[in-house]
């Protein structure tokens, strides 16, 4: 399956539309019928009417994020091949972004860190885009822009403003205006969205978005540590992709390595801003997605032993399945 997607070949699209397929059914039984509104955060900070918040379906709700990650994966294909980080053209980012996305139970759910991820996508073009741009202040400022948009939809998205000075850091010679064009971009939306507040006399609701920002560790977690087991193949495939990414750093191109940094700072940013929900949802770990799936993709391309990297991968399906069916 892996040779399958190595090459660049257009229908590769049907391939992944059914594995995806297959990795969403299987879990329609176990789907809960009821479940918490998944815009809930966007509707209180526009503050849209509780009528609106109507419960999907459970079909409905996994046919349209299985929609949003067959597009999503395509998108994430598109742009590591765009800007040529694998060192060529194939269709196992996108392979990886379905794979990774289809882990556990709730990610299978539409949900706010699944749309953020569009928007993760989006900043990752802007930022890949300031190796070669003359004037970046243009492209920050939207950066900005983007970061509050995510942050009206799911609070912890804030945290990835930081991989706007962390990208401006690692592609631009420092120059203060492209830093702090990225803060006007942001301000931008919260200011028309405090205006909003202020003419419904809330600005106290305003300011109360801030506080989880401001709070102590308060996140408890009590989990079956077997309903995990099915990250194990995942960090094998982890560290083999950073020992590959580590033999052949040096011999990639200078924008492939400063992309490679950004993507791991990424991934570790969108994985520890979890702790400022007071309520834990492991689908918050889905902004972690299109790092991983990008070196998920790094490994299986340059890996040598075909029996190898196919039973890895083939474990890693069967596990995915295997624990969609069982919870213990």
Known sequence: MIKLFRSYNPLNMLWLALILAVLRLSVLPAIPSEGDFPFAELFSRLHLSKAYQYKLPPLVDISIAAVLVYIQALLVNYLVNYHNLLGKSTFLPGLMYVTATSLFTPFLMLGAPLVCNFLVIWMLFKMFSFYKGDD???????LGMIVAIGTLFYLPFIYLFLTIWIALSIFRPFNWREWVACIIGFATIFFFLAVSYYLGDAMPQFLAIWLPLAAKFQVVINFNYLNYLVLIPVSCILLLGFFKLQQNFFKSFVQTRKSLQLLFVM???AGFSFYIR????????LLCAVPVAFFFAYYFLYANYRWFYESLYILLLASIIYFQFNTF
């Open 136 to 142: 970046a202040k243009s492209i920050s400022y939207d």
């Open 278 to 285: 007071p309520d834990f949802h492991l689908d918050h770990f």
């Open 267 to 269: 991934m570790l940013i």
